[in-house]
């Protein structure tokens, strides 16, 4: 397990404080480690040792001082980058009694494994405009509703838009509330009202369902959205706007009426045929995903599969990117390439960033990974990961409405996927969480990475924190505090962070399909307007302050009811001090924010300084602070 912080931690990450030059192969880059001086003023470390893996074996390097201060000494070394995957730690001591590896998943006084070293990758090559993103999520059939003139398919239930969402039985993914594209372009305000700076669209292809991850096709945008001239105009609206638009992809299976498994089924002798695995052994006689009749799986081993889907200039892929799309979020990424005894997932992975080095070597690309996603992300493949394990879910564990002195969630509500009750867990069990998770990937890929209170796919977060079930708006504000602490993490940590939409109006919601409610537009007495109000604020906040977007991250101390940790940034240094409920005052050592800081407060009560001793507020809530 990850130790706990200590605000006197000797520190390292991957950012641009710690990490001087660009991972090039063959080049050199300077590490930096921060040692804090003990409390009696003493040296934290006489000697700092960087174990670096090269070609397989361990290699040791002195680090120097480079300098120091009242607060601490700074230590570098120079490490060059043999391999395309670097891993690495930092042996620190005081002396004969004082043996501490410095990993990325904190300090340790004991051998460690390598899965806690931190990693720098030559391949990743993050797109630099990524991490001053904000998104906002959009689900095409419940945002805005337009004509387009389109028959209605016989599959489809049309619904009124103020008809109750159905969340459980057959007719769940049938029922049609006629939501168009150009009904998101007509609302693109909102995103800016907010500050939101990315529209991420989930699936706009032509499907049998609602949701659109049974496409028919990947060559044409649904007409029930309005076709492809509908997505023209709409990249074109958000990008006069300044925004990027983001599409979603299934690389992993299609619909069973997709042209491809319509000729692969009455072609034995079809090139579709080997885009498919066929046999006795499954279910229906093909491989499905979960054994999904509807969802045939894609065999990857299919070198024609792969060019038209993602392998080259002339594939699905290339064309949308061409065509609007700034990048692509591609729908259970975990599984795509992975069917028995094959596993092919970072095949897949790096020839869409082959692609995507070729047609659009901006553009972002983000895998859907609902569990640990790391073994996926060292490799030129995936920019990042929907960072469900190092973010929602320990932040969902935190938050959740049966914290003490919470009302408690109802029973069986669904825990991302686990049929248990969502634990109730101090705040020191979910920064261990987070430190494992995000110890385990190269730095680049936390930061290309997103971070979500909720999805689409899950029950929303407001319902998580206390405000209900019904699937309308807390209006009440019953779990609206809580729900507003999971924001100010979402706001200030490494990633990007993505709001779904009517998150902001604290809409409620039991799973996934029950979340995605039409948005209420015509009902705007009903919208909890701190809650807005409060999301405008952090995305401001956010906006303002490099640190947030691209500090490194350094924690400080992780309690039962609180979490504290700065961001640190060449330019700025910000504390964050999360509290759930009402608890003590924390104190810190003032010098383990650096040489005499002086602190200007941005949100919430001021820190107090006192003989060396800084006093941060025991109130409920997200206080923020400029150390300066």
């Keep these: 397990m990850a130790p706990a912080p200590h605000p006197l931690d000797p520190h390292h990450d991957g950012s641009a404080t710690y990490v001087d030059g660009a991972p090039v192969l063959g080049e050199e880059v ?72 410095l990993t990325a998943t904190g300090v340790h006084a004991r051998d460690v494994f390598d899965g806690s070293d931190f990693r720098i990758s030559t391949d990743h090559r993050l ?35 103020d008809q109750p969402v159905v969340h459980k039985g057959p007719d769940v993914p049938f029922q049609w509330y006629g939501g168009t594209l150009d009904g998101v372009a007509d609302h693109l305000d909102q995103l800016h009202e907010l500050g939101a700076t990315l529209l991420y669209l989930t ?24 076709g492809d001239e ?83 200039p002339e594939s699905v892929v290339a064309h949308w990117l061409r065509h609007g799309l700034d990048g692509w979020r591609v729908d259970v ?11 092919l997932a970072h095949d897949v992975a790096r020839a869409i960033r082959d692609t995507i080095d070729e047609v659009a070597p901006d553009a972002w690309l983000l895998a859907e990974h609902g569990h640990d996603a790391t073994a996926d992300l060292t490799g030129p493949g995936w920019h990042g990961t929907m960072d469900y394990a190092g973010f929602t879910r320990p932040v969902w564990c935190w938050l959740n409405g049966g914290a003490p002195g919470g009302e408690g969630l ?5 825990y991302l996927g686990l049929p248990v009750d969502v634990p109730v867990l101090p705040a020191s069990a979910a920064v261990a969480t987070m430190r494992e998770v995000h110890g385990a990937m190269p730095w680049t890929s936390w930061q290309g990475s997103t971070m979500h209170l909720d999805s689409h796919d899950t029950p929303r977060f407001r319902t ?34 993505v709001v ?8 409620t919601a039991v799973d996934g399909e029950h979340a995605r409610t039409p948005y209420p537009w015509d009902e705007p007495e009903t919208w909890d307007r701190p809650t807005f109000e409060a999301y405008r604020a952090w995305i401001e906040l956010r906006r303002e302050h490099v640190a947030l977007r691209r500090g490194g991250l350094r924690w400080l101390d992780a309690g039962v009811d609180s979490m504290t940790f700065l961001r640190e940034h060449p330019d700025e240094t910000v504390l964050v001090h999360a509290v759930r409920r009402p608890a003590a005052p924390l104190e810190l050592p003032l010098h383990a924010l650096g040489p005499g800081p002086v602190l200007a407060t941005l949100v919430g009560a001021a820190a107090e300084v006192t003989d060396g001793v800084l006093t941060l507020p025991g109130a409920a809530g997200v206080s923020v602070h400029v150390v300066r």
């Design 333 to 343: 990424a975990n599984m795509t390439g992975r069917i028995g005894g094959d596993d």
């Design 127 to 161: 797109p630099d405009w990524v991490a001053d993103q904000v998104g906002y999520q959009v689900f095409p059939d419940r945002f805005g509703r337009t004509e387009t003139g389109a028959p209605v398919p016989d599959w489809a239930i049309p619904c009124a838009w």
């Design 464 to 497: 998580v924190t206390g405000g209900g079930t019904d699937g309308g708006v807390d209006g009440a504000g019953r779990g609206r505090d809580l729900h507003l602490v999971g924001l100010g993490l979402q706001m200030t940590m490494p990633g990007v962070p």
């Design 203 to 226: 699936p706009v292809f032509e499907a049998w369902s609602t949701h659109r991850y049974d496409a028919v096709s990947f060559d044409r945008v649904d007409p029930l959205l309005g």
């Design 30 to 101: 300077t590490l930096r480690v921060r040692v804090p001086h003990r409390e009696d003023g003493s040296p934290g470390a006489t000697r700092v040792v960087l174990r670096a893996v090269r070609d397989g074996e361990p290699a040791v390097s002195q680090a120097s001082q480079a300098s120091g201060d009242a607060a601490g000494t700074w230590w570098e070394v120079r490490l060059r980058l043999v391999n395309r995957l670097t891993s690495y730690r930092f042996l620190v001591s005081r002396g004969p009694d004082d043996f501490r590896w």
């Design 230 to 312: 509908a997505l023209e105009r709409l990249a074109k609206a958000v990008h006069e706007g300044g925004l990027r638009l983001v599409g979603d992809l299934t690389t992993n299976h299609t619909g069973e009426h997709h042209d491809w498994f319509l000729r692969a089924l009455v072609d034995p002798d079809s090139p579709e045929r080997a885009f498919y695995r066929f046999g006795e052994q499954y279910p229906e006689g093909y491989a499905a995903w979960l054994d999904i009749p509807s969802l045939p799986k894609l065999d990857h081993s299919s070198t024609e599969m792969a060019r038209r889907l993602y392998a080259g």
């Design 410 to 414: 109802p029973h069986g509500l669904d």
């Design 500 to 507: 779904f939409m009517g998150d902001e109006l604290g809409l």
